[in-house]
């Protein structure tokens, strides 16, 4: 079977439409010269793919199946012909993402790296900042995307991205990720040191905390993760945290391990503008980005 990317663009736009004049007028053809690509490509496929009337165009059964089957295969060429194009011609594709400090520490940077082998064309421009901060920058159109913890704001989307474990991490000369798991019961009695509550995980973790009657030492209230971790590595307490923070963890002499009974998962979300579609690029490094971190979390175990 031989039929060209034409005749099937062809047939995208008139489905698309419902109308053979305004399909012509996107490919800068007459209503007749697009006719004769549409039944050329009927003919070589051996079925009808409109029905047709003098008010309505539709499609038949089969012209469902072809635009179903055919929509993904179109959509990737136009983006390599695009991407291509680009990199002939020297230009580089700038897309811009904003996470939380810790994430944009200690998760963006050998992503962003690892991502660059494949799309050396599309380069990555990193925002850290709280995540008020991130979701201003969205709606305001200098983020393509965000990544965090999104609460109801009627101009953002949030899509479920990732979801982390909540670990107890402990001094530890014998610093990594221990495997056995803490039930937090455990927990009570213990000198903890905590974030501030404007963090969404440590409200999550205040709730857990009261929900089954565990009673802690409020060592120290800090306003950073890392300040949190170095406090731990003195000795002077414990700390509760997501277990996207194991890459900073591995640089201290602290161990973590999964808190269970029950076990408590963050929810992260792809933050983006309610109104636009995401640039396809942005969307692109953000897949990749998903499996990156599936990828080292699932060999750390901690998901």
Known sequence: MDFTSRQLRAFHLVAEHQSFARAAERMFLTPSGLSVLIREL????GYRLFDRTT?????????SELLAASQPTLKTLDTAISRIGQVAKGKTRWI????????????????INAFRK??????????????????????????????GIL?????LRGIPFFRFSLMVVR?????????VSTKWSALDG???????????????????LATHGITCQHTHTVNLLD????LVEAGEGVAIVPSFGLPACRNRNVSMSELVEPRVTLEFQQISHRGKKPPAEALEFSAFLKQYIATWAGEAGIV
């Open 171 to 179: 001094p530890d000369t014998k610093a990594g990720h221990n495997r």
């Open 151 to 155: 609460g109801s704001l009627p101009d």
């Open 42 to 45: 009927e003919r070589q496929l």
């Open 190 to 208: 213990a000198p903890l040191i905590s974030l501030t509550d404007n963090y969404p995980h440590q409200q999550l973790i205040n709730k857990q």
């Open 55 to 63: 008010r309505q165009v539709t499609l038949t059964g089969y012209g």
């Open 96 to 111: 811009s993402v904003g996470t939380t400090p810790w994430i944009a520490a200690n998760v963006l940077p050998p992503a």
């Open 227 to 230: 300040t949190q971790l170095g």
């Open 118 to 147: 494949q799309r050396p064309d599309l380069r990555i421009r990193l925002y850290d900042g709280n995540l008020r901060a991130i979701a201003r920058r969205v709606v305001a159109g200098k983020l393509d995307l965000g990544l």
